[in-house]
């Protein structure tokens, strides 16, 4: 079945550096993009980074400049790396791979989201 296995977090003072990596297995389908999202205690879930298929990248306002997606094909691995990290970047991050799956002869295709359990980041002063 299809596995996201977030790692890497932990807990780290302000300013400080962290990289986490997600491990993706058993996609049966086209990965249209993969991406990190985040989310804090009473807070929704957002998006932080995401990668497209074509390489190109996409951040969300409040980590441009100090965080860093990309991903290893080769080893089905996508990683982030945290720089500079502040108090409000204390969440639990979890992993997405949208993929397309056709469905039928015709080229029908269905895309779908697969979600990692997540990793406990903690920004600490």
């Known amino acids: 079945q299809v596995q996201l296995v977030e790692s890497g977090g932990g807990s780290v003072q302000v300013g400080g550096s962290l990289t986490l990596w997600c491990v993706i297995s058993g996609i049966r389908g086209s990965v249209r993009a993969l991406a990190w999202y985040r989310q804090a205690p009473g807070l929704e879930r957002e998006l932080v980074a995401r990668?497209?298929?074509?390489?190109?990248?996409n951040y969300a306002d409040s980590v441009k400049g100090r965080f860093t997606i990309s991903r290893d094909n080769g080893q089905n691995t996508l990683f982030l790396q945290m720089n500079s990290l502040k108090l409000q970047d204390t969440a639990v991050y979890y992993c997405?791979?949208?993929?397309?799956?056709?469905?039928?002869?015709?080229?029908?295709?269905?895309?779908?989201?697969?979600w990692g359990k997540g990793t406990l980041v903690t920004v600490s002063s």
């Open positions: 997405k791979a949208d993929v397309r799956i056709i469905v039928n002869v015709e080229g029908a295709s269905v895309d779908k989201d697969y």
């Open positions: 990668i497209n298929n074509d390489g190109s990248t």
